[in-house]
């Protein structure tokens, strides 16, 4: 298995989809495989419930749990067990996860006020029916880079991956998100270009008062 981070693009896709208050899966991943410009494939997990239920951790442990459903052998499942098998496909190694509260409720699932909690993984997972991983095999022993936690982690980015988020917002965002997906500060322009210019600002403005020093009085 590869050893997954976290991937700021994938977690503003997971946010504009919650958004949308719906207990289903965004069609867009199917449809528009440039819905992350890093990745080919991105998957994805739901978790919807109401406000007092609702904490990270225990949707992510209620996908895991499917695992007593999961028959590997068999490569099948005797209930549902596709959330099991996102969490844990060797391949996927990038994940960014997002919950917005419905106050009007989740369509699909309750008219009440509710939560949606999404995550989407990269690459996708729950591929072409193979099994989530190899089995055998001492850890790591498949490794090309480093071996992290009995995982498998390559420092490379991913072809074509950019530094930061991408700077549009995802496809299937509702009308009105944001349009920037960078919430990143620029830190070059708080920290050297405005100081710079403050400071130029009050040498001109010294210059002029010295050159001109009734410039500034008035009575």
Not at 19 to 45: I, R, T, W
Not at 166 to 194: C, F, K
């Amino acid at each position: 298995m590869l050893y997954m981070t976290w991937d700021e693009g994938l977690s503003l896709i997971a946010k504009a989809w919650a958004e949308h208050c719906m207990f289903q899966h965004n069609p867009k991943l199917k449809d528009d495989p440039s819905v992350h410009p890093a990745f080919s494939s991105v998957g994805e997990n739901i978790w919807t419930g109401s406000p007092s239920l609702f904490d990270a951790t225990r949707a992510i442990k209620k996908w895991v749990d499917e695992k007593e459903d999961y028959d590997y052998q068999g490569n099948k499942c005797n209930s549902v067990c596709g959330h099991y098998t996102q969490v844990v496909w060797g391949s996927s190694y990038k994940v960014g996860c997002a919950a917005h509260l419905c106050p009007g409720g989740v369509a699909g699932f309750t008219s009440k006020e509710g939560v949606v909690f999404v995550c989407n993984y990269a690459t996708a997972g729950n591929m072409d029916s193979a099994r989530p991983y190899e089995s055998g095999g001492a850890a790591c022993s498949g490794c090309s880079g480093s071996c992290v936690d009995r995982l498998c982690r390559d420092n490379r980015s991913p072809a074509g991956a950019p530094a930061v988020a991408p700077a549009v917002a995802p496809a299937g965002a509702p009308t009105g998100a944001p349009a920037s997906a960078s919430h990143y500060p620029d830190y070059l322009n708080i920290l050297i270009v405005r100081p710079m210019g403050l400071l130029l600002t009050f040498i001109t403005a010294f210059a002029l008062h010295y050159r001109y020093p009734d410039v500034f009085c008035y009575e």
